[in-house]
């Protein structure tokens, strides 16, 4: 791999300026109205969370640089998808197990 494919590959100084500028905005808005509570308290968790959706959709454009645009950015975006399928599965069974196991010690 030569040099300037591997720079290709990587962000820019202003790529990343650009990402952690959108990062700050969406931790500090979220930040802002559960100070305030200017909304009611569902309305803020959903907001929140759309919040942190978008987050997640910066950090992997900016920081992890996956794309559909190349052929290894389509092979680095599976794999990155694959990884959050292979983590959500085993975080998320072992939820299960604990809840039923304790429900199951419960009686």
Do not use: C
Not at 12 to 27: D, E, H, N, P, Q
Not at 31 to 58: D, G, N, P
């Amino acid at each position: 791999m030569s040099h300037e494919n591997h720079s290709a590959d990587h962000g820019s100084v202003k790529s990343y300026m650009t990402g952690f500028v959108w990062a700050v905005i969406l931790t500090v808005i979220p930040f802002y109205l559960v100070m305030h509570l200017s909304m009611s308290k569902i309305a803020t968790l959903y907001t929140i969370f759309a919040f942190a959706v978008v987050q997640i959709w910066v950090h992997v454009k900016y920081f992890l640089h996956l794309n559909f645009t190349t052929e290894s950015g389509r092979l680095n975006t599976y794999s990155f998808l694959f990884s959050v399928l292979i983590i959500s599965l085993v975080v998320g069974l072992s939820l299960w197990i604990i809840y039923s196991a304790n429900n199951l010690m419960m009686f």
